[in-house]
């Protein structure tokens, strides 16, 4: 039995590398796919078909099995622990989560009990229980850079690439949680259902 | 409507789903029977230093625990087979091996943030006092006409073993056992034709292949278990349709001397939770 093999891609800025790193392997996906509306589409030979989902939303596609593979940042397999198969580090995509403030803040400096906006709590609280520091978590869906400006948190533990918006919104890094690039995942049915043709792409993207 | 729930992980059965839960659990009850097997019931709850014998780290977080009066830890099982070895070992110590039983019976495990069941209706065969492969062979076998026997026709089997870990650091167990194949440092071999380097494994696939020629048993390399009992062949039923593992197995020959009587023992329990169900 042949059945076509489900990849889960994050929409936004992994999407473009994406298809470029299939491409290289000879799998091709439409190349105005991008700027369509379409939510999928199929590789030109038809046994790849491809979604685009929310990145935050590629576990939950592989871990449930509608998807065999998922291409998703590294600090969201951190942040949701999904159930699932993690096959390689695809190396691009880099950029790190961060716990940063306003000038004159340092992490030693920072009170037990300090109040840290995040779209990341369970990262957020491994790396305070990691230091030593009981920390009030206050998640936050987007914008997280207005938070110690308006006094809502002491500090935030966010995502950052270039740094640039933290430096707009007068926010210096205190430290690194982890850094995170792009990683290829498997749902571990899809695994053993596909499982040569996913060693083969994850041998050779 | 009344809004009255559940907790988390919980189901109602309404009457199409019952009736279609102990249909699968009566026919797989006659068909144990059928094969040698004699029906056993443990009790739901039990003394947690008992049942942890057979628990690793990940089994005991998810355990649902409480306390007696005289503030005795308890458990809800969160599995059938140490229930049942504890059983044997202490009570039925004396009868005549191999002891062949089987069961129809839940187990609790706390439900994730997936919303996974909390009570996972189980059934399931053991051997205990096994000499042979043969044994390893008839379980295994048991495990593929249960399934057949409800309808499930896409299974494929991966074999694996206890000793494919040996001499592995323990980072490199973790990795394996969390599917981190980037920490584990490959994807671990997978196939029908690779060297398992196994006697039993390399004794026992024939032997299946001969009564079972349409399933396929593959060799995994990667195969292993959180839980601490399998001392040799492990192995795992999944089905394409359904997209889950709904059977899995193994030897476990040491777990009933930690109830204080060694016997050999191998086992198999199928998940009838999703069994038939549109979910």
Redesign the interface.
């Known amino acids: 039995?042949t059945?076509e093999l489900t990849i889960a891609v994050p929409k936004g800025y992994l999407l473009k590398e994406t298809i470029e790193k299939f491409k290289k392997i000879n799998i091709l996906f439409p190349s105005d796919f991008e700027d369509s509306r379409r939510l999928f589409t199929y590789d030109t030979t038809k046994t790849f078909k491809l979604l685009t989902v929310r990145p935050w939303d590629v576990p939950?596609y592989v871990?449930?099995?509608a998807a065999d593979l998922g291409i998703v940042g590294k600090d969201v397999l951190l942040e949701q622990e999904p159930?699932?198969?993690?096959?390689?580090?695809l190396h691009f995509g880099g950029c790190k989560l961060v716990i940063a403030g306003l000038e004159n803040q340092s992490i030693e400096t920072l009170n037990h009990n300090c109040k840290v906006a995040t779209k990341y709590p369970n990262s957020a609280t491994k790396y305070f229980q990691k230091i030593g520091k009981k920390a009030k978590i206050i998640k936050l869906y987007g914008a997280i850079e207005l938070s110690p400006l308006t006094g809502l948190s002491d500090v935030i533990c966010d995502l950052t690439a270039t740094g640039k918006t933290l430096k707009e919104h007068k926010l210096i890094e205190l430290d690194t949680v982890f850094e995170s690039t792009a990683?290829l995942i498997a749902?571990?049915?899809?695994m053993?259902?596909h499982?040569e043709i996913?060693?083969d792409i994850?041998s050779r993207i | 409507m009344s809004k009255h729930s559940t907790p988390q992980g919980i189901r109602d059965f309404l009457p199409d789903d019952t009736k279609r839960l102990n249909a699968n659990m009566i026919l797989l009850q006659k068909l144990f029977t059928e094969h040698g097997f004699n029906q056993i019931k443990t009790p739901t709850i039990e003394f947690a230093e008992n049942l942890e014998k057979g628990l690793g780290p990940i089994q005991k977080k998810e355990c649902i625990e409480f306390f007696d009066p005289a503030g005795n830890r308890l458990l809800l099982r969160p599995d059938n087979t140490t229930p049942i070895a504890r059983t044997v070992a202490s009570r039925m110590a004396n009868q005549p091996t191999p002891i062949k039983l089987c069961y129809t019976e839940p187990i609790f495990k706390k439900s994730n943030k997936n919303h996974s069941d909390t009570e996972i209706f189980q059934a399931g065969c053991e051997i205990f006092g096994y000499s042979s492969t043969e044994s390893i062979a008839e379980i295994i076998s048991m495990c593929i006409r249960s399934l057949e026997s409800l309808d499930i026709d896409d299974i494929g089997i991966d074999i694996g073993h206890v000793s494919f870990a040996d001499g592995l650091p323990d980072t490199k167990k973790q990795a394996l056992l969390q599917g981190d194949y980037i920490a584990y440092g490959e994807i671990p071999e997978r196939g029908s034709n690779i060297e398992s380097n196994t006697t039993a494994i390399d004794e026992i696939i024939p032997i299946l292949t001969k009564t079972h020629p349409d399933t396929p048993f593959i060799i995994n390399k990667g195969l292993v278990k959180g839980l601490h009992y399998y001392t040799g062949i492990i192995f795992e039923v999944y089905s394409k349709k359904y997209r889950t593992i709904i059977a899995s197995g193994g030897q476990y020959d040491s777990l009933c001397s930690l109830f204080d009587n060694p016997l050999t023992a191998v086992g198999f329990a199928i998940n009838l939770n999703d069994i038939g169900f549109s979910s």
């Open positions: 039995m059945t939950a871990e449930q099995g159930h699932v198969y993690i096959l390689k580090d990683h749902n571990p049915i899809g053993k259902v499982y996913i060693k994850s």
